[in-house]
């Protein structure tokens, strides 16, 4: 059963930067990429970009060109997710999703989510 | 961007019967090289992360119940629920994953009557 584990709940206060950890568990890491997927309180599904946890390339969704940095540590089998210039409007559930075989964009397994609040 | 949209935004339906849900994609997510349409549908309960239930429209992820179907191509795509239970109630969600960024439907909210 694969597991991502996330690291738990933040709180920021605007222009602050937040660092949310998800370490995998009972899969091959290195086979597999990692996306980030936000949700506002009572909002829908936001991609925000994937990494590849073999050798660390990225795809970012162009909204968050230069502010967000994903990272990868093999040895850990964590991925990371560095947003920084926060604002009230990155308060928001931070999910990491493992993509599938089939493709990448399909999403199997979820980590439980880290709420990170941005509030002055 | 290919925009999602869903409808209804939510629904009331009465345990054992029938819960239908709509997707439209902005631009059809059917690959011609392949034939498949790069479109998934998640099940979302609160509290929890999504659930995958089908990808490539209508491929159903182990697991899922066969009351559960989904259908489409090209543009219109469809969630159906036969028989809708107890636990059916959540948030569901389509996805397109044709093009980056993979972009998702706002969600129809499920209840029972």
């Known amino acids: 059963q694969v597991q991502l584990v996330q690291s738990g709940a933040e709180v920021k206060k605007p222009g602050a930067s937040v660092k949310v950890s998800c370490k995998a568990s009972?899969?091959?890491?290195?086979?597999?990429?990692i996306s980030w997927v936000r949700q506002a309180p009572g909002q829908g599904l936001e991609w925000m970009g994937w990494?590849?946890?073999?050798?660390?390339?990225?795809d970012y969704a162009e909204r968050f060109q230069g502010r967000v940095t994903m990272t990868t540590d093999t040895s850990t089998s964590t991925v990371y997710m560095d947003l920084r210039s926060l604002t009230s409007d990155d308060t928001a559930v931070y999910y990491c999703a493992r993509g599938t075989v089939a493709h990448r964009r399909i999403f199997d397994s979820w980590g439980q989510g880290t709420l990170v609040i941005v509030s002055s | 961007d290919i925009v999602m949209t869903q409808s209804p935004d939510s629904l009331t339906v009465s345990l054992g019967e029938r819960a239908t849900i709509n997707c439209r994609s902005s631009q059809s997510v059917f690959h011609t090289s392949n034939k498949k349409n790069y479109l998934a549908w998640y099940q979302q309960k609160p509290g929890q992360p999504p659930n995958l239930l089908f990808y490539w429209a209508s491929t159903r992820e182990s697991g899922v119940p066969d009351r559960f179907s989904g259908s489409g191509s090209g543009t219109d795509f469809t969630l159906t629920i036969n028989s809708l239970q107890a636990e059916d109630v959540a948030v569901y969600y389509c996805?397109?994953?044709?093009?980056?960024?993979?972009?998702f439907g706002q969600g129809t909210k499920v209840e029972i009557k």
């Open positions: 990494i590849s946890a073999d050798n660390g390339h990225t």
């Open positions: 996805q397109q994953y044709y093009s980056t960024p993979p972009t």
């Open positions: 009972d899969y091959t890491f290195s086979n597999d990429g």
